[in-house]
């Protein structure tokens, strides 16, 4: 087991490189750290961010991350090698809950709770909100949303 010698909250952990790494993103040290996990002790690398860490989500078809930075909204960046920011879907974080991310199945489109309930619908290339659900009016839009996702809007 890897000993690191510093004190941090593990907020997310997520598999990538096809099960054969592991990156843990921590909270207060606003720290992600990868290790090799098919060569257990092996640390592949660690990236220190300007933000804390709230929540990650990640796509392997596109070697994308995603930080709910609970600050100003979801940080995106590029992995290659280690991470590269390359983004942000920006808006205002009222309280410092953290909230579910996940990638559609075409890497297009990422879906994120919020801390007021709501649910958005982001075009990753725009960078801009595509469909907001709300808790009361949700089965209005989930038709909307279906057909939007499977190209047959």
Same mark, same amino acid.
């Given at each position: ?21 592991? @990156? ?26 300007? !933000? ?10 596109? !070697? ?17 090698? !280690? ?64 057909? @939007?996702?499977?190209?047959? !809007?």
């Amino acid at each position: 087991m890897v000993q690191c010698g510093r004190r941090g909250l593990p907020r997310s952990v997520i598999f990538f490189n096809n099960g054969q790494s592991v @990156m843990v993103g921590y909270l207060d040290t606003k720290e992600i750290v990868s290790w090799d996990i098919v060569r257990p002790q092996r640390l592949a690398w660690r990236h220190k961010l300007e !933000r804390r860490i709230g929540n990650m989500t990640w796509s392997e078809s596109s !070697r994308q991350l995603l930080i709910w930075n609970l600050f100003d909204g979801i940080d995106i960046y590029d992995v290659t090698d !280690r991470p590269i920011w390359s983004g942000k879907l920006k808006f205002t974080i009222q309280r410092n809950f953290v909230v579910q991310m996940a990638f559609t199945t075409s890497d297009r489109f990422v879906i994120t709770g919020s801390d007021t309930g709501a649910v958005y619908l982001w075009d990753l290339r725009t960078k801009e909100v595509v469909s907001t659900l709300a808790h009361d009016i949700f089965c209005k839009y989930q038709y909307y949303v279906y057909l @939007m996702l499977n190209n047959r !809007r």
